[in-house]
């Protein structure tokens, strides 16, 4: 399986921050990632695909990059409706797996 | 726009068959564009992939759990189900269904677009 090794495991920052999540693959996983977020009470919410593709309506201030077992999340001034968790999984092969999660708070 | 819909009991009793249904709306099921796949996320905690189905019946588990799980699909109703035998407390959580987009890398492997809004299953006598 492809352990998918995700940090930190919480964070607090405050409002027009720069936030940045990492996720690491135990295996290369090519561009075969995504990464969603998760709001309290609320299912899972694709926000970027193959490592770095924004999905359409997803605000700009979120983005993805990496490659092979290193990926990157930031988001890139920090707003009070993006506390939530957020999660990568990799979909290069099977199981599919998911990270431990970043549940991002406001300080 | 898409919507998925879990159904099913809330509470199951140990060593049951914990049963659930997830109806396709304004989308056809029938698509070689998607999977249709089960996540769970036990309280408090991460999400585990459970398996997905293509239209076609095609089945792929999480081996974890393969020993006990059955995904199906009916096309003509437009939903797909999903079944877990022998349950214990272990197995309570939320479970999820959701569409995955069919990238054509991974035979069985998307990631999920579209979720339903989760189905909370407590396994308890």
């Given at each position: 399986?492809?352990?998918?090794?995700?940090?930190?495991?919480s964070?607090?920052?405050?409002?027009?921050?720069?936030?940045?999540?990492?996720?690491?693959?135990?295996?290369?996983?090519?561009?075969?990632?995504?990464?969603?977020?998760?709001?309290?009470?609320?299912?899972?919410?694709?926000?970027?695909?193959?490592?770095?593709?924004?999905?359409?309506?997803?605000?700009?201030?979120?983005?993805?990059?990496?490659?092979?077992?290193?990926?990157?999340?930031?988001?890139?001034?920090?707003?009070?409706?993006?506390?939530?968790?957020?999660?990568?999984?990799?979909?290069?092969?099977?199981?599919?797996?998911?990270?431990?999660?970043?549940?991002?708070?406001?300080? | 726009?898409?919507?998925?819909?879990?159904?099913?009991?809330?509470?199951?009793?140990?060593?049951?068959?914990?049963?659930?249904?997830?109806?396709?709306?304004?989308?056809?099921?029938?698509?070689?564009?998607?999977?249709?796949?089960?996540?769970?996320?036990?309280p408090?905690?991460?999400?585990?992939?459970?398996?997905?189905?293509?239209?076609?019946?095609?089945?792929?588990?999480?081996?974890?759990?393969?020993?006990r799980?059955?995904?199906?699909?009916?096309?003509?109703?437009?939903?797909?189900?999903?079944?877990?035998?022998?349950?214990?407390?272990?197995?309570?959580?939320?479970?999820?269904?959701?569409?995955?987009?069919?990238?054509g890398?991974?035979?069985?492997?998307?990631?999920?677009?579209?979720?339903?809004?989760?189905?909370?299953?407590?396994?308890?006598?």
């Amino acid at each position: 399986d492809t352990q998918m090794t995700q940090s930190p495991s919480s964070l607090s920052a405050s409002v027009g921050d720069r936030v940045t999540i990492t996720c690491q693959a135990s295996h290369d996983i090519s561009h075969y990632l995504s990464w969603y977020q998760q709001k309290p009470g609320k299912a899972p919410k694709l926000l970027i695909s193959t490592a770095s593709s924004l999905e359409t309506g997803v605000p700009s201030r979120f983005s993805g990059s990496g490659a092979g077992t290193d990926f990157t999340f930031t988001i890139s001034g920090l707003q009070p409706e993006d506390i939530a968790t957020y999660y990568c999984q990799q979909y290069d092969n099977l199981p599919l797996t998911f990270g431990g999660g970043t549940k991002v708070e406001i300080k | 726009q898409l919507q998925l819909q879990e159904s099913g009991p809330g509470l199951v009793k140990p060593s049951d068959t914990l049963s659930l249904t997830c109806t396709v709306s304004r989308d056809s099921i029938s698509s070689d564009r998607f999977y249709w796949g089960w996540i769970r996320q036990p309280p408090g905690k991460g999400l585990e992939w459970i398996g997905n189905i293509f239209y076609t019946g095609n089945t792929y588990y999480n081996p974890s759990l393969k020993s006990r799980v059955t995904i199906s699909v009916d096309t003509s109703k437009n939903h797909f189900s999903l079944k877990l035998r022998s349950v214990t407390a272990a197995d309570t959580a939320i479970y999820y269904c959701a569409r995955g987009f069919n990238t054509g890398w991974s035979l069985g492997a998307p990631y999920f677009d579209s979720w339903g809004q989760g189905s909370l299953v407590t396994v308890s006598s």
